[in-house]
């Protein structure tokens, strides 16, 4: 049964299980909307939270749609945006069902609150290439269950059977009567009637999809190309502070004296002073004078004490000196994937072969520095507008560090400027809690902005690892035994500060998970916890253990005097999908030549190929490259992925672009090097990242198979660097076993 | 001091070195135009000196006095600005969009010098850092708009 509810009070009083209407005129009441949709599930008990469970996924209507009198359609995303194209994903996906064109839709971030938990893994992150894929089915359903309500209100409108009535883009028609009513006509009556059974409303047939599959238009493109398009950077509120830290120069070290405190308060603009955990802070009318001001302060850093409560930084602690401690360990490993007889294998093996890898850390580097803006309102309310990939996880946090019930906290999430797994919830990485205890403290609000360089400092890494393989070849040089042992630290229990029961995924994906035929295969991990903080990183564990593997598959072929192109087709020989996509990018690049050969400019070059199956897509990249005054160039990029079905192909060329553009970074120029405890970089000066002048040609073939539904954001990723690796070992003749090729020396 | 900034007379208060980014920011609310870097390393502050594409977050607010300042705000006020914002929609450039201020504004400022810029005068000229990768997107717009590309 469903009811009407138009105050939180009544849904305070709502039996278990009931299905719930948020009133669309608690909903039009602007900042009502906020405080009723947040105070949904949360704070109202265990017997209420399971009540909130019960109601099914997305069903919501008004809490997700409101329609305008002109019949534009403004959608509350669970996603947040930040460049994938998921605004414009599930505008083509609710319009589909709705039947509103998707160029009609205003789409922003939703708040926090069990109502928009639409994924069907039951979590509400935007991550892991699972925005569209997980909700695909339940964003079409909360589509077509607004357009029975329009069609219920215009068949009470006009006294006629439902049935009589039909819908085209906007409007609901009766045809026999040759009357009309447009959404915006119908949306007053509309969204006060009762949701209905989910399970009565009727989807799309696909085949006659007018905006899913198609290349849609972005809803952002052009405030976006015009600087309308507002981040967390650009929030301003009445009364409103601004504030910037001086980060201790390494994690877990505290505040000690401040040697010129009382010089920096008679500095232009200053308002006070704060010593925060691990930091201190100006406030300042302008952001600037709190520049200024809180990098002029001398502080007496302490070192960490042993109950630091995050982890601490090493004054001795380098990445390269790392990087060889994790090449000496010699375990225990625990295996991730283990079948047939490796050791047995290996040791009848014709051929063996064995080498070992590495790659380097690496920044987010995304181009909007991390911000955040707390206000404290009269009621003893918060409002925080924060950069989150997951608002829920990010609410409760701040619940837990100010004492506040989650009722009290309202999210906002604007628009990211890049996120690429920087903005989960790192405990030493995020600047709200700062911002929140420097608006305490003033008592006015305060947009606190991280100085570039104060991100740096305190950016989550992507993991290192040290792998070593050992293979077997048999008579005719095919491989017929592979293990990966790898000494790292995955990011999931980098954040766990421990080992968990089982291995962590996000440590070995792209070293497990091989879809090749190869009868005796071992992967496993020696976990070696880091000084290093740890985080996600666009394609996570897959951006380094592809290259890992998809490099060494290459050295194999080589010894097995086998061509790499059709080694794969023959450990893929079961597998029709991923031969149907070995193919695909073959003939995408005109057929596979390995090369060297020499290009039109006389350039002598050569092409690499590799595959990674992340994220439940497939993707498969050939790439070509040459020497250019000691460094790779790399000419093109082709890419064939699979990833099931689409909703985009626009979208997914763009994602794929803009992941060939960070896999060719982390293969060319990215490093995060820390020497002394602390970053060599601190800035894009000495942390490169990929300029224009070394973006590839991008080619790309979508295929779909028809298989369950992967992610776009990541998976076009991890094949890049393997790619480029394994063509400029075919055209140097030097194995590339480790990243960023800018270590190289090339001739 | 007294700035010109899209067409309009400013009165500022502020110490003649802050950089002209954070007076745009802060001081005038225009937040199109976006801080990356402030080394000068990104190019998402560029905004239009005199019709010369300039970074604003190394640039001296007392340096503009007296001088036209043109930010994103003002960008379809200005005919070429309006064709390059027309480009970047048609080709869908932006991703996360935030360094896409100062792609517009470098490309406004060579369109306005060069009409029809070469592949390597746009290469030259288009260098400012963009995260996401629309690198190729953003060739492709500018070597329509080189074409002569209508909106």
């Known amino acids: ?747 | 001091m007294e700035l010109r900034i899209n067409q309009q007379t400013y009165q500022v208060e502020a110490a003649a070195d802050t950089p002209l980014l954070w007076v745009i920011r802060d001081d005038l609310g225009l937040t199109g135009t976006k801080y990356g870097c402030g080394l000068a390393q990104c190019g998402a502050c560029s905004v239009l000196v005199d019709g010369n594409v300039v970074r604003a977050c190394v640039t001296p607010v007392a340096g503009v006095v007296g001088r036209e300042v043109t930010t994103i705000e003002a960008i379809e006020a200005d005919a070429v600005g309006k064709r390059v914002v027309a480009a970047w929609v048609e080709h869908q450039v932006a991703q996360c969009g935030y360094c896409q201020s100062g792609q517009v504004m470098a490309a406004t400022a060579l369109l306005k010098h060069t009409a029809k810029p070469s592949d390597e005068q746009i290469a030259a000229a288009m260098v400012n850092l963009c995260r996401c990768g629309t690198y190729n997107a953003i060739h492709a717009a500018m070597h329509a708009l080189a074409q002569g590309e209508k909106a």
Request: aromatic share 6%.
């Open chain 1, 1 to 747: 049964m469903n009811v009407p509810i138009d105050t939180p009070a009544a849904l305070l009083d709502l039996p278990l299980g009931e299905t719930v209407n948020l009133s669309r005129r608690r909903f039009l009441a602007g900042t009502a909307v906020g405080a009723l949709v947040l105070g949904f599930g949360l704070p109202l008990g265990g017997a209420r939270v399971q009540a909130a469970a019960a109601v099914e996924r997305g069903t919501q209507v008004p809490a997700f749609l409101e329609i305008r009198p002109d019949s534009s359609v403004r959608l509350l995303c669970p996603f947040m945006e930040g460049g994938q194209g998921t605004y414009t994903a599930m505008a083509q996906i609710v319009g589909e069902e709705l039947d509103a064109d998707p160029a009609t839709f205003l789409v922003d971030s939703a708040p926090p609150g069990e109502t928009y938990v639409v994924m069907e893994n039951g979590m509400r992150i935007t991550g892991g290439s699972m925005s569209v894929r997980m909700s695909y089915p339940t964003m079409r359903r909360l589509g077509a269950l607004a357009r029975a309500m329009l069609m219920q209100a215009a068949a009470e409108q006009w006294g006629v059977p439902l049935g009589e009535l039909s819908t085209e883009p906007g409007k609901v028609l009766h045809t026999a009567s040759g009357r009309a009513l447009t959404y915006g006509e119908l949306a007053g009556r509309a969204m006060d009637l009762p949701v209905p059974d989910p399970a009565s409303v009727k989807l799309r047939d696909p085949s006659q999809f007018r905006w899913i599959g198609k290349p849609v238009r972005r809803v952002d493109a052009y405030d976006k190309s015009t600087g309308k398009a507002q981040y967390t950077i650009d929030i301003k509120v009445d009364g409103m502070l601004h504030a910037a830290v001086q980060h201790a120069p390494r994690l877990g070290m505290t505040v000690g004296n401040l040697r010129n405190e009382e010089q920096v308060k008679g500095l232009p603009g200053v308002h006070s002073v704060h010593r925060l955990p691990g930091a201190v802070a100006v406030v300042a009318e302008r952001w600037w004078h709190a520049k200024r001001a809180v990098e002029a302060l001398q502080v007496d850093w302490r070192e960490p004490t042993a109950d630091s409560k995050v982890r601490p930084m090493p004054a001795d602690f380098s990445s390269d000196a790392w990087r060889e401690h994790l090449a000496a360990q010699q375990g225990p490993a625990r295996d991730d994937e283990r079948e047939g007889d490796i050791d047995g294998a290996l040791a009848n093996a014709k051929t063996q072969v064995e080498a070992t890898y590495h790659n380097q850390y690496l920044n987010h580097a995304q181009l909007e520095p991390p911000s955040a803006l707390a206000r404290f309102n009269p009621d003893g309310s918060l409002e925080v507008w924060l950069p989150n990939q997951a608002p829920d996880m990010f609410r409760d946090d701040i619940a837990k560090r100010t004492g506040l019930s989650p009722a009290q906290i309202t999210l906002h999430s604007p628009l990211l400027g890049g996120f690429f797994g920087r903005h989960f919830l790192y405990d030493s990485a995020n600047p709200y809690p700062q911002a929140i205890e420097l608006a305490k403290a003033v008592g006015r609000p305060v947009k606190l902005i991280w100085s570039r360089e104060e991100e740096f400092l305190r950016d989550v890494l992507r993991p290192v690892a040290v792998v070593k393989f050992r293979a077997g070849l048999d008579a005719d040089g095919l491989p017929i035994a592979l293990e990966a042992v790898s000494a790292t630290e995955g990011p999931t229990e980098a954040l766990a500060g421990k080992q968990g029961e089982q291995i962590d995924p996000t440590a070995l994906e792209g070293l497990s998970g091989k879809a090749y035929a190869i009868a005796n295969k071992r992967i496993a991990q020696v976990y070696v916890k880091g000084p290093a903080m740890l985080g996600y990183w666009r394609s996570v564990g897959n951006s380094l253990n592809d290259f890992f593997y998809e490099a060494f598959l290459d050295e194999l072929a080589d010894k097995g005097g086998k061509d790499p192109f059709e080694l794969r087709l023959h450990l893929l020989r079961d597998n029709p999908r991923l031969t149907t996509l070995l193919h695909a990018v073959g003939e995408l690049s005109g057929g596979w030549k390995r090369g060297p050969f020499t290009a039109e400019d006389g350039s002598k070059r050569a092409r690499g190929v590799a595959m990674a199956s992340p994220f439940g897509s497939q993707a498969a990249v050939i790439a070509e490259v040459s020497i250019e005054q000691g460094q790779v160039k790399v000419h093109d990029i082709w890419q064939a992925i699979d990833p099931g079905s689409i909703v985009n192909p626009a979208i997914i060329e763009a994602q794929v672009n803009g992941a060939v553009a960070l896999g060719l970074s982390q293969t060319l120029v990215e490093e995060a090097v820390y020497v002394d405890g602390q970053p060599r970089a601190r800035n894009y000066d000495l942390y490169p990242i990929l300029p224009a002048s070394r973006m590839a040609r991008v080619h790309v073939r979508i295929v779909e198979s028809g298989e369950k539904m992967g992610g776009i954001g990541e998976p076009p990723l991890p094949a890049v660097a393997p790619a480029v690796a394994n063509a400029v070992a075919q055209l140097t003749g030097q194995r590339i076993r480790s990243l960023p090729l800018s270590r190289y020396t090339f001739s």
